[in-house]
């Protein structure tokens, strides 16, 4: 069972990007995509990485790290089992390796802005915004 992200690229200030996070093998793992969960992490060279987006795929329930609050938007890619980062007034503070993370049940206790709270991660996609 993996995810795998795709969508990075270079835009400028103020444009937009949308950001795919696919998860696939669970043909043999016991699991089922609609009981996971999903979120999205970004790390700029530096910086540790940083929850940003969260959402439980059967229940719909989101959740926003306050810099990008209003801005981004996650969303389940029905029929497929994705999750989709819509990503709008791009600013280059924004510039980071995108990750995106899948939690299996049973869910652990961490909050899920913690890093330690997932189980797989994929292995990143590069989004750059220019000013």
């Known amino acids: 069972l993996q995810v795998v992200e795709s969508g990075g690229g270079l835009v400028q200030a103020g444009e937009s990007l949308r950001l795919t996070c696919s998860a696939s093998?669970?043909?043999?793992?016991?699991?089922?995509?609609?009981?996971?969960?999903i979120a999205w992490f970004r790390q700029a060279p530096g910086m540790e990485r940083e929850g940003i987006a969260f959402i439980g795929i059967s229940s719909g329930h989101t959740n926003y790290a306050n810099s990008v609050r209003g801005r981004f938007t996650i969303s389940r890619k029905n029929p497929e089992n994705a999750v989709s980062l819509e990503m709008n007034s791009l600013k280059p503070e924004d510039t980071a390796v995108y990750y995106c993370?899948?939690?299996?049940?049973?869910?652990?206790?961490?909050?899920?802005?913690?890093?330690?709270?997932?189980?797989?991660w994929g292995p990143g996609t590069q989004v750059t915004v220019s000013s």
């Open positions: 993370a899948i939690d299996l049940p049973p869910y652990g206790t961490s909050l899920w802005y913690e890093t330690g709270a997932w189980d797989r």
């Open positions: 093998g669970f043909e043999d793992s016991g699991f089922e995509f609609y009981t996971t969960r």
